[in-house]
């Protein structure tokens, strides 16, 4: 978030996700930029506001099974 009050905009904001793709496949949305496992999706400009939200949802299926109880985590960055 840009919180700074009277701040100028966060421009170029791009969000990259690093996705365990030895155990995933994307199903869903088709058209993502992902190289050597990194997606990179850009969101533009974010203006100043302590409530600014953008939804990106990732749909993906295992490519394997997996023992129960196994946690599976992501986290992503954003950068500007």
Same mark, same amino acid.
């Given at each position: 978030?840009?919180?700074?009050?009277?701040?100028?905009?966060?421009? &170029? $904001?791009?969000?990259? =996700?690093?996705?365990?793709?030895?155990?995933?496949?994307? !199903?869903?949305? #088709?058209?993502?930029?992902?190289?050597?496992?990194?997606?990179?999706?850009?969101?533009? &400009? $974010?203006?100043?506001? =302590?409530?600014?939200?953008?939804?990106?949802?990732?749909? !993906?299926?295992? #490519?394997?099974?997996?023992?129960?109880?196994?946690?599976?985590?992501?986290?992503?960055?954003?950068?500007?």
């Amino acid at each position: 978030r840009n919180t700074v009050e009277g701040s100028p905009a966060a421009r &170029n $904001v791009v969000l990259n =996700d690093t996705l365990d793709l030895e155990h995933f496949e994307v !199903v869903s949305p #088709k058209n993502l930029n992902i190289k050597k496992g990194v997606l990179t999706y850009p969101i533009g &400009n $974010v203006p100043y506001t =302590d409530n600014y939200q953008k939804a990106l949802t990732l749909t !993906v299926k295992l #490519k394997k099974e997996i023992p129960n109880g196994t946690k599976v985590c992501n986290a992503a960055e954003l950068t500007s």
